[in-house]
């Protein structure tokens, strides 16, 4: 390409290396017409130089654009703008030193710009922003022509540490969805943040997840917080509450604490939706439901099965017989002596025979007999003593609750001798016990 060439090429991002005179000789200079300080006008970028852009003031004049004027473009501006663009600058000053009419892209944006922010602020909306630069305190954006500032506090998920000015500076370039949080044009502040953004798309979506949720549906959640009285578990955008009574079937108290930590995955029950107080209340013990359900299919009122006791309480003793499977036996159905408390038959952990008496499936509860499933137990293998303990249980039974017959074999024994002594003190009573049992079993 020949000099002539050059000389009548359209400028273009090859006259970067130009100075802006040079290049405002090049395009033939210019006439300022009229202009005055503070002016808006629309242009179309002529040309790119070292320092700017050169605009075409719709043929009445020529401006320029420094760098330090056109931050709102965003990083790398070169790369967003092209010849021919038009776009709105202001006029800074009509003839500056060097004969040229200064001009502004910032400015421009920055005069539409803080009424739109101060829109966005009153009606608390968020908007999406380009980040521009950072100090040591945040991050600085550039919004319709006006630069905000988001502090380290209010953007989510940084957090200052030796390496801090290293995670703030990779934001540079990074498109950030943000809320104005504090404007006041006088004093040229504009206070940004990313969290009060991010909270109010929580809210808004989780309001959506509440009017889309039902009650008794089973959904996948992540524990977000664990508490001693229960575990908050985000299930797609808002947070439920299980209560610790709703981590287990079991009675003894489940300490959350111990059994969950923060990004768990569990599978929850919709218990109870309160959409005014926006609260959701939700269960584990009720997320599987079916197992309940099916190991139910598999038993009657009236049989005979072997359970562990899992807790003692004034008015009987609980009975886990299996998976979720629990029951309570009544005091009166514990033994045929009076007792005013069942642990003065039974210990936790010991395992007995119980028939079960009756089934509610809809309440998850079953009512359990030892008493009434006494005879057919001494039939199957098992022994109690006078005051109706276990001394003696089935071999089958013992290898099959290995575990808990090891930590009980002891009681057993003990059991055992004090059933002999008393057998030996109270012979005729021993006696007349067996004769109504043999009168009780040929009648039966």
């Not at 934001?171 to 809320?179: A, D, H, L, S």
């Amino acid at each position: 390409m020949n000099s002539e060439d050059t000389t009548s090429e359209t400028p273009s991002r090859a006259n970067d290396e130009l100075t802006m005179t040079q290049l405002l000789e090049e395009t033939g200079g210019f006439e300022p017409k009229n202009f005055k300080r503070g002016d808006l006008a629309e242009g179309t970028i002529l040309a790119f130089a070292k320092e700017g852009l050169i605009i075409d003031l719709s043929g009445k004049s020529e401006g320029v654009v420094y760098n330090e004027e056109m931050h709102s473009v965003g990083p790398n501006p070169l790369d967003k703008i092209n010849i021919g663009d038009k776009i709105k600058v202001i006029v800074l000053h009509p003839e500056n030193s060097d004969g040229q009419v200064a001009l502004s892209i910032d400015k421009a944006k920055g005069e539409e710009g803080w009424n739109l922010l101060q829109q966005y602020f009153e009606e608390e909306k968020s908007i999406e922003a380009t980040i521009t630069s950072y100090n040591k305190g945040g991050l600085l954006a550039n919004i319709e022509g006006v630069n905000g500032f988001i502090p380290v506090s209010q953007i989510v998920g940084t957090k200052l540490t030796g390496e801090g000015s290293e995670s703030l500076s990779s934001q540079i370039g990074k498109t950030m969805t943000i809320k104005v949080i504090e404007i006041n044009r006088r004093r040229n502040r504009v206070i940004l943040s990313e969290r009060a953004a991010l909270q109010e798309h929580r809210t808004e979506f989780r309001e959506q997840l509440l009017n889309e949720l039902s009650e008794g549906d089973i959904l996948k959640g992540v524990v977000t917080a664990v508490r001693p009285f229960g575990v908050f578990v985000d299930i797609g955008g808002a947070d439920g509450l299980v209560h610790h009574s709703e981590l287990s079937w079991d009675r003894a108290p489940v300490d959350p604490v111990a059994q969950y930590n923060i990004g768990d995955e569990i599978e929850v029950y919709v218990m109870k939706i309160d959409i005014e107080s926006k609260k959701v209340a939700l269960s584990t013990r009720r997320a599987g439901p079916e197992e309940w359900e099916s190991m139910l299919n598999e038993l009657s009122e009236g049989d005979l099965v072997t359970g562990v006791v899992t807790k003692l309480v004034p008015f009987g003793a609980f009975v886990r017989i299996g998976g979720p499977i629990e029951g309570l036996v009544h005091l009166s159905e514990i033994s045929k002596t009076r007792i005013t408390h069942s642990n003065q038959i039974l210990i936790e952990g010991e395992v007995v025979p119980v028939k079960i008496v009756k089934i509610e499936s809809e309440r998850h509860r079953l009512a359990l007999s030892i008493v009434g499933g006494s005879k057919e137990s001494e039939a199957n293998g098992w022994e109690f003593d006078h005051l109706g303990r276990i001394i003696q249980m089935p071999e089958e039974i013992k290898e099959k609750f290995s575990s808990e017959f090891s930590s009980f074999a002891d009681i057993l024994e003990s059991r055992k001798e004090e059933h002999s002594n008393w057998l030996e003190t109270h012979q005729d009573t021993a006696e007349d016990t067996a004769e109504d049992t043999a009168e009780d079993t040929a009648e039966d």
